[in-house]
């Protein structure tokens, strides 16, 4: 599929596209990417889907970092879905997509539940009128394994972002005028939203103190319930490993590693950068009690 006729032949907006394009490699910088891979890790994910897709240059990176087999963008410019259909049809190579119209203020997600492994937004948050319901339906799309990650300005420090917009040829005034409805929401906001629409397990990453991406995955890890041992093998993390201390010298300040021995059996395994200690997850069902090395 490539593009539905409601996204044809509107003409507004095209510097916006423009803007969004020429600004895309700075908003998707390396901190942006180094981020987003430390709270996702990069196994395949075949069906992503951007909201608020603009020209639909993260489905494109998107798709090459996370193999999709499908993306799907959605926008409620018409501009804006052009311009990615025109992207999207000249560089996805082995992943098809789809580009579709829709003003998620006003209308349903147009996906069948539990179809989605990865859902994006990129500074689209702040744009919505009521991002609770956005989020909910997220959840609903999502499959169990499935991920939501949040990108957006957050409030707190007005100062850095008028310094960025100045430094991206802004004036202050303008910064200073947009900053309340582009910095909209805090990351505590935006925790509590996926918090509330169902998500068990939250994590984010905070970038100049001015971005963040918040991630919310549907099913709990260790530390939180869980509802069988399959299901968390699956799980988008595989662990929450944020309250695991050292068993020999109670260090929190522990790292995930591989190992041939516990991968082949789907097990993670700790490393404690305290005392070096190497030890696998303690609630791994079928290894009680705690295998340690
Ligand atoms: C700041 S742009 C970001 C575009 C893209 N995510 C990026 O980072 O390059 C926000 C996008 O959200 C879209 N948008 C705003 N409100 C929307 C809504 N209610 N439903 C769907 N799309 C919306 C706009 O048309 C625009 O393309």
Redesign the pocket.
Known sequence: MRMTDRTRGDSE?SD?VKR?IE??AA??DDPFWNALTELIETTPRNRIV??????G??LIDAAWKYRAKWVYG????PE?LGRANEFLSERLKDCKYEVEG?????APIPLPDKSIDLAF????LH???NPRDHVSQVYKVLSDAGVYAI?DFISGNEESFVERMIATGWSEERARDRYPSMCKHSLEDIESLLKSSGFQIIKSNRIEDIRAIVVGAKQAGPGTERSNTSMRHRSPWAYDDSDIRCPRCTSHKIIRCHDRWATSRGVQMFECTTCGKRFVDRGYDDYLPTFIR
């Open positions: 907006g916006r969004m600004t895309y908003r998707y951007d909201f608020g897709c603009g020209p240059l993260f959605f926008d409620s410019s804006m829709l003003d998620v203020n006003v937004s990129g500074f689209f744009e919505l009128s990108y």
